[in-house]
């Protein structure tokens, strides 16, 4: 069975600096897709980046990108210029490519943006 | 697009009896609808899969005469709490992937379930 762990409880940058979230998994399979999503206080749940694991290049979205490391089973997130806004729970996500296929969630890392 | 709403947002009520919430996509057809269950500060845990027609796949630990899941249709998917307990209480998401293949999940807004 897949696995996501992330080893960080808890994560504080300070406004307009950089903030890396890490995030190990565990699969058997050559082909997959990575996501994390960003939980605030009114427990949405919000697709920040994904990236699937054919691609060798890193998935950016604005302010938000990841580093994978495909043989080393690591998508860590990078968070560049952090904003107030950008406090909330990060969960780290892994799904198989089929098109029922269900996600495994990591523990979730709680990031504190302080001024 | 690919939005997916979820009704009631909140919900309190006696132990005993039972609850149901309703997960809607509202501008695409999901074949295959997820429910998830969050306890305070924890992670999301899988409870089911949902699909269309069909019998619902449930997670192992997951009691499906007390988690009853219909997906009666491509829109909507529903999660009823039966004979609901102080221990039901928690926070219930539903999610939804649009048609293809390589879509990301939506999730809806969830439901806090408060049973007294």
């Known amino acids: 069975a897949q696995t996501v762990t992330q080893s960080q409880p808890e994560m504080s940058v300070q406004e307009a600096e950089t903030v890396t979230l890490s995030c190990t998994y565990d699969?058997?399979?050559?082909?997959?897709?990575l996501f994390w999503y960003k939980q605030p206080p009114s427990r949405q749940m919000i697709l920040v980046i994904r990236?699937?694991?054919?691609?060798?290049q890193n998935a950016t979205e604005n302010r938000f990108s990841v580093n994978f490391q495909k043989a080393a089973k690591s998508f860590s997130l990078k968070i560049s210029d952090s904003q107030l806004g950008d406090a909330a729970m990060y969960f780290c996500?892994?799904?198989?490519?089929?098109?029922?296929?269900?996600?495994?969630f990591g523990t979730g890392t709680r990031l504190q943006v302080t001024l | 697009g690919a939005v997916v709403s979820q009704h009631p947002s909140w919900v309190i009520c006696k132990s005993g009896t039972s609850v149901k919430i309703e997960c809607r996509s509202l501008?695409?057809?999901?074949?295959?609808m997820f429910w998830y269950r969050q306890f305070p500060k924890k992670s999301l845990m899988l409870m089911a899969t949902?699909?269309?027609?069909?019998?619902?796949?449930?997670e192992q630990g997951v009691e499906k005469d007390k988690f009853l899941i219909n997906h009666a249709s491509l829109t909507l998917s529903t999660l009823t709490v039966t004979s609901a307990h102080p221990e039901d209480s928690s926070f219930y998401i539903c999610?939804?992937?649009?048609?293809?293949?390589?879509?990301?999940?939506?999730f809806g807004d969830g439901t806090r379930l408060s049973i007294l």
């Open positions: 949902s699909n269309e027609g069909s019998k619902a796949t449930y």
């Open positions: 699969t058997s399979e050559s082909d997959y897709y």
């Open positions: 996500a892994y799904r198989d490519t089929g098109t029922a296929s269900k996600l495994t």
């Open positions: 501008d695409f057809q999901a074949t295959t």
């Open positions: 990236q699937e694991a054919y691609k060798q």
């Open positions: 999610s939804a992937i649009p048609g293809e293949a390589n879509q990301p999940q939506h």
